[in-house]
């Protein structure tokens, strides 16, 4: 486990600065029993110039509203003010390099009912790679991502994660680095934190959004896409296409793209240093630290 803090370590929370191990949370919070709750998850890099960016920031703050407002959770801050903040506690803790955790919750209670009052706290903490920089065993999961009928999936509330939890759990217990789990149509859906690209005859394809979060980091690898004229396609797709594709990754912001050496066992065809996907993952590393990137030519 990463320390996430220590004495020194100082948090945001509700407009103050406090030091993370004297703020507290009522445990008769409503987020705390049921899961209602939403956070964001994003990343802060010293860019090449020397100076701190948080990447995509006002998309993250964007999606974090989004998601609060989704499951009716009030929402009360300005995106600026909460950029602000984070710059803030970055620089209190002395982070450039850092995962930023934003989390939105709920007061005491113990019923269903909405409540007037909401709160927030934004935490940072040096995090490497979340899973890790060498290519991943991947299996498919016994766990279907939730029904989007039941479950809003483009909010990132915190009750959903119990199904990333016990799909990742599961795919370590058996031995493998992470899960690839399918939506409730049989379509291949997502990893339990992060999105799915796979690479066939250079062109790249991801499932179509509305059973999945729709990641920053997905859309910023189709944003390279287009910037390096490689062709991609959002559409649905089962397993059995993946196991005949050339590469594959997963990519998120906290994962950031990592590469897969197999899926159920099966290898995938192209060596990942021969792969578009891996300029997908160089030009990744170069946009987050603001740095230009290269062309470089492909094999198809
Ligand atoms: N899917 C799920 C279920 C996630 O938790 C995440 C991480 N937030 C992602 C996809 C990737 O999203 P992003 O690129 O915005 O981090």
Known sequence: M???????????????????????????????????????????YKTISGATKIFKEVEHYERLRRSAEAINIGYKWETQELIDATYEILQRNNLQNAYIRPLVFAPANMSFTKNEESFITIEVWEMGKFLGDKLIKVMTSPFERPNPKAFNMEAKAAGHYVNSIVASQDAKAKGYDEALLNDINGFVAEAPGANVFYEKDGKLYTPALGNILPGITRATVIEICHELDIPVEEKFFT????????????????AEVIGWESLDGVKLKKDWNESVSKVIQDAY????????????????
């Open 239 to 254: 397993t059995a296409e993946l196991k005949n594709a050339d590469a594959a990754f997963f990519c998120g912001t906290a």
């Open 285 to 300: 590393k170069c946009k987050v630290t603001e740095k230009a990137f290269e062309v470089r030519a492909v094999n198809v």
């Open 2 to 44: 990463p320390t996430y803090y220590n004495e020194n370590t100082i948090l945001y929370l509700n407009g103050e600065y406090v030091k993370a191990s004297e703020a507290k949370i009522d445990l008769y919070s409503q987020s705390l029993h049921y899961g209602y709750a939403v956070f964001e998850g994003i990343r802060s």
